[in-house]
């Protein structure tokens, strides 16, 4: 037990100091501040959510002490919160209904199902949309305030680094102002998405990861999450705040079936003798233009209403590896 909280109390320091680096200004800041949630994750994964329960308590009181409540609240909704409850998500399994018993003296180990890949990117897309939504409620309580406060912070921005004329900032800054919201779900639900995957790779890597490194192609949301989708997309045309917080909802939603239509991509490639080649392609496509991450939705869409990965393993198994 000490160890665990040992652990923790590393953990959420360096979580702390990744997270107030931001204030620095330099670039590298902002590297460490989207990776702040790593070290509770690894804790989380490694150690147990009682490692991340002890470093967040820590880290989030030692920030309000130095920088005041916002901080303290700020980390405890966009880093601990998410580190300790997606570790302790990833570590969650129950043994499968019907598991063979041992048939000697000693009993077998019980085979475990593990919680499903989709669900926990469900939940990360929460936290997504929650972590944005508490940042717009700080610029203000309506959707207007909150869309001339942004308009100010961007062409404060844009006025002091871009010599265009003032009208063409304007519009830039009008057009951004629109787009903020959901630029900021898309970067919390892929920054989330990797500090997971980084965490899981160091902790299996490590030895220290407690369950069996999940199968991510098979990776599929719940099926009610495309009527959870399609309500968000009927409020998003309601106007208002309500109207805003749907959109930021539809975005994190969107997101999350654009990963799981990476996940089909990667089914629908097995047979291909080049695979590496044209996977590594089209991510570097996606991560140049940003655009083409739309193909990836309507993949993740067309899986999610089609069945596309299970029609096309029952039709075409994948080819057996190499003995």
Request: proline share 6%.
């Amino acid at each position: 037990m000490i160890a665990i909280v040992l652990i923790g109390l590393a953990a959420g320091c360096a979580s702390a100091l990744m997270f107030a680096s931001i204030i620095s200004g330099a670039l590298i800041s902002l590297l460490l501040f989207y990776l702040a949630p790593l070290p509770l994750m690894v804790a989380a994964l490694g150690w147990g959510p009682i490692a991340a329960t002890v470093g967040g308590i820590v880290a989030a009181s030692g920030l309000g002490a130095i920088f005041g409540l916002p901080y303290c609240i700020a980390f405890a909704i966009t880093v601990a919160l998410p580190a300790w409850w997606l570790g302790h998500l990833s570590l969650l399994g129950r043994p499968l209904p019907g598991a063979a018993a041992g048939n000697g003296s000693a009993p077998a180990a019980p085979q475990l199902e593990w919680y499903p890949v989709g669900r926990i990117l469900l939940w990360i897309a929460g936290f997504a949309a929650l972590a944005t939504i508490a940042a717009m409620l700080t610029l203000g309580t309506d959707a207007e305030t909150i869309t001339n406060s942004l308009r100010r912070g961007l062409l404060r921005i844009l006025g002091a680094r871009d010599s265009a004329s003032s009208a063409d900032i304007e519009r830039w800054v009008a057009a951004l102002a629109i787009v903020a919201p959901a630029a900021a779900t898309i970067v919390a639900m892929m920054t989330l998405t990797l500090n997971l995957w980084l965490a899981g790779k160091i902790t299996a890597t490590s030895g220290r990861l407690h369950r069996p490194w999940p199968d991510l192609k098979s990776a599929e949301l719940p099926p009610m999450t495309l009527v959870a989708l399609s309500v968000a997309l009927a409020f998003c045309f309601i106007g208002g705040l309500a109207a805003m917080f749907a959109q930021i909802a539809t975005t994190a939603l969107m997101m999350a079936y654009g990963l799981t239509g990476f996940a089909v991509l990667h089914t629908l490639t097995l047979a291909l003798k080049s695979r590496a080649f044209w996977l590594c392609c089209i991510y570097a496509i996606v991560v140049a233009f940003g655009w083409p991450v739309l193909a990836m939705i309507a993949l993740g869409l067309a899986d999610a209403v089609f069945g596309i990965r299970q029609r096309y393993l029952r039709g075409k198994p994948p080819p057996l590896p190499a003995s």
